[in-house]
């Protein structure tokens, strides 16, 4: 079983949608939880990390955990077109080992 | 500065060449990283160096070889590659290995012929 696992879509919304992504993840002990942002061509930035569980809302996004099911989100608010990148969350070890889920193809049309 | 670089941002090499990758930061990060990434896959770690120590190496082949020269500085020197090692190649940094913000830099595209 991967540590962490993600739906690849590949998803395609209209503008202003409300997007949802999501993933799971195989051991309970893991307590930070991140989410990537990789436009094609670049590096992955950091959207949001989370510790734990409950939501984290950082404008048009929100990050939520729920530990007891071993699920983590990230809500895309009124969805633009700059949006359309690869989402890919990510669990992190003490150490720095940093291990990401497939990564979730979004699109966003006017 | 608060941006990690990368160079080259493209290389093309056969597989008797001895080539290296150059990644550099002046962020005052202590902890600095390389992840491989192949199409449509995410980032895979492949080495860290903790305060220019390396103190995670995920089962890399021994062709791909890292440097940390000091605490802005960090190298991957190939040598011998495999056409299935053509990924992009990226580079990350964090504060302290116990930070969990990781900035990437863009990465250099490797093409092994």
């Known amino acids: 079983q991967k540590e962490v696992e993600q739906d690849p879509g590949p998803l395609s919304v209209p503008e202003g949608a409300i997007v949802s992504l999501n993933c799971t993840y195989s051991?309970?002990?893991?307590?930070?939880f991140m989410w990537y942002r990789q436009y094609s061509r670049k590096g992955p930035e950091l959207l949001m990390y989370?510790?734990?569980?409950g939501n984290k809302e950082d404008g048009r996004f929100t990050a939520q955990v729920d530990k007891s099911s071993k699920y983590i989100s990230l809500f895309i608010r009124d969805s633009q077109p700059s949006d359309s990148a690869t989402y890919l969350c990510a669990i992190i070890y003490g150490g720095g080992k940093l291990t990401f889920g497939q990564g979730t193809i979004l699109t966003v049309h006017p | 500065d608060t941006e990690v670089t990368q160079t080259p941002k493209h290389l093309v090499m056969g597989m008797t060449n001895k080539k290296s990758l150059k990644c550099e930061q002046h962020m005052g990060h202590r902890a600095m990283y390389w992840y491989k990434q192949k199409a449509k896959k995410p980032p895979e770690l492949m080495f860290v160096?903790?305060?220019?120590?390396?103190?995670i190496n995920e089962s890399v082949p021994s062709r791909f070889s890292p440097e940390c020269p000091n605490s802005s500085l960090l190298n991957l020197h190939l040598h011998a590659l495999q056409p299935e090692d053509s990924a992009l190649y990226l580079c990350?940094?964090?504060?302290?290995?116990?930070?969990?913000?990781?900035?990437f830099g863009p990465g250099t595209r490797l093409t092994v012929l």
């Open positions: 990350a940094s964090s504060i302290t290995p116990r930070d969990n913000e990781q900035f």
């Open positions: 989370t510790y734990s569980s």
């Open positions: 051991n309970s002990a893991f307590q930070y």
């Open positions: 160096y903790s305060y220019e120590k390396l103190s």
